[in-house]
């Protein structure tokens, strides 16, 4: 396995500014020269987001003694009274969902983590009050469609406030819904389930599908792709994970009408007129028009490698091991994944890689679907990838170029709480993530655990032994499900992978 403390060391180091600037070796904050800046202000608020981001990490690399020193750092000297616009859905997934999961670590989860704070009193948790309260004015509008934007100390945002993404809406429903059982304020739920109930009613009516950008002035769409990668594709995983941990049948019937939708309109198996089967042929889905689901672009991006994750929840364990291969071979081709990838013209259309973690993520979570060696040989590659060409003075570079392989001065936050953990967890075999079926991770990469005091409704986890240590619910949502004699062989033919090979234009 490799040595994954490199990583590990630079989690415990990320303590200035809201991100690590990894060639300078020091803390990067908001533009406050140009406000207009969204590429760093949406997600920097001066409000030490890298710290914050990767409190949960921390804990799952067993490094308890940093996370009870970042933790009092944290409540030392975090503070959102900023003179700073930031965007709902960065803010909700980074910021809010790491508090919470670190406050239910020190407070609940002692029997997972065995970490306790005795001077602890609540502080993550009021803080993410705090953060929430600061987020509601998104929500003061007619139709129920939260802005993009709010400003941190005077509420509501003009800035480019029109134009929301399908998953910048749709993707608030765990965080807001937790934050609100735990603070007893049922507001941050209802406005979360409204806004999802509104999203439904903006499908298509005869695909069944949505589309990217919504524009909350006119109500009507702005950008009618409809696709499974950036702009939505955490919509789809929250509709599901939220049935999963709060017990909402409404979400679950959602997500399959969605999941049918999906598999009739974007799925692509074949590649040319020959009669081969299904398994045999690359596997990816198109981007196509929400109205028609005819074909509307190229391109795929990095950021739907994440739909892997989601078909092995679903059960789909054969077509998430067809998906994954796909991206197996961009990653041999560049050595990192492109923020998209033109599969007709067979090149980068955006070649940058900010240290993405989805392909890490969906890499562990088929190897604990299957336990096939193969993700742990890729998992390894992906690493020492990242250490062959990411690696910077201080920390991990954004690359941009995976073409040429150039660094840029920056290290995007969920490169700590999202694409280290998952390689962590994939060869840290004896992790007590790993021996447990009753934790779920949000788009982010934060914790959250499935149990009474979060379900609405017991439905079929009535029978579930609370009484046990472990609240083992293998029975219901099993990773050892995949047959032992195929993990000894290849995860997919040679037939597939010759064909996925000459479809990307792969050199091996």
């Given amino acids: 396995a490799p040595k994954l403390k490199d990583l590990e060391a630079v989690v415990s180091t990320q303590s200035t500014g809201d991100e690590l600037n990894p060639h300078q070796c020091n803390g990067r904050g908001p533009d406050y020269e ?27 690399m067993g490094d308890s003694k940093y996370f009870k020193s970042a933790i009092n750092q944290v409540i030392k000297s975090v503070s959102f009274d900023q003179e700073c616009t930031v965007q709902v859905f960065e803010s909700t997934i980074r910021m809010l969902g790491s508090l919470l999961s670190s406050h239910l670590i020190i407070t609940e989860w002692t029997d997972v983590f065995n970490i306790t704070m005795e001077e602890y009193d609540n502080e993550l948790l009021s803080l993410a009050h705090d953060l929430g309260v600061r987020l509601l004015p998104a ?45 007893g304020d049922p507001v941050f739920e209802i406005v979360a389930e409204r806004a999802m109930d509104k999203l439904w009613n903006l499908k298509d009516s005869k695909t069944g599908l949505i589309g990217n950008v919504y524009n909350t002035k006119t109500g009507s769409w702005e950008d009618p792709m409809s696709g499974i990668g950036a702009g939505i594709d955490s919509y789809f995983e929250y509709l599901l994970k939220s049935f999963i941990l709060f017990g909402n049948e409404k979400d679950l019937a959602r997500f399959s009408k969605y999941y049918s939708s999906i598999a009739r309109y974007m799925k692509r198996f074949s590649i040319d007129d020959r009669n081969l089967s299904v398994y045999d042929n690359p596997y990816y889905f198109a981007n196509v028009h929400m109205n028609t689901g005819k074909l509307h672009n190229h391109w795929i991006d990095s950021l739907s490698a994440a739909f892997i994750g989601v078909q092995i929840l679903h059960g789909d364990l054969e077509a998430a091991i067809l998906h994954h291969a796909f991206f197996y071979g961009l990653w041999l081709k560049y050595d990192a994944l492109p923020e998209r990838y033109n599969w007709y013209l067979k090149k980068c259309e955006y070649a940058l890689y900010p240290l993405r973690p989805e392909f890490a993520e969906a890499t562990y979570l088929l190897y604990r679907a299957t336990r096939h060696p193969f993700y742990l040989f890729v998992g390894e590659k992906i690493y020492n990838s990242i250490q062959m060409y990411n690696k910077a003075k201080c920390g991990y570079a954004t690359l941009n170029s995976v073409l040429s392989k150039k660094q840029e001065d920056r290290m995007e936050s969920f490169f700590l709480s999202e694409t280290c953990k998952y390689l962590y967890l994939l060869f840290d075999q004896d992790n007590p993530l790993n021996k447990r079926s009753d934790f779920i991770f949000t788009t982010e990469g934060h914790l959250m655990r499935i149990n009474r005091f979060v379900r609405e409704k017991m439905t079929f986890f009535d029978h579930v032994d609370e009484s046990s240590t472990s609240n083992n619910i293998s029975h219901l949502f099993s990773c050892e499900a995949f047959p032992r004699h195929r993990q000894m062989i290849p995860p997919f033919s040679d037939e597939f992978w010759s064909n996925l090979v000459s479809f990307i234009d792969l050199k091996v």
């Fill in 34 to 60: 140009n406000p207009e800046n969204i590429n760093i202000n949406d997600v920097l608020g001066n409000f030490s987001l890298g710290l914050v981001d990767s409190l949960d990490t921390l804990a799952i």
């Fill in 139 to 183: 929500f003061e509008n007619s139709d129920d469609m939260p802005i993009p934007r709010v400003h941190l100390r005077h509420g509501k945002s003009d800035l480019y406030s029109d134009s929301t993404c399908t998953a910048g809406v749709g993707t608030l429903i765990l965080e807001f819904k937790m934050l609100g059982r735990l603070v």
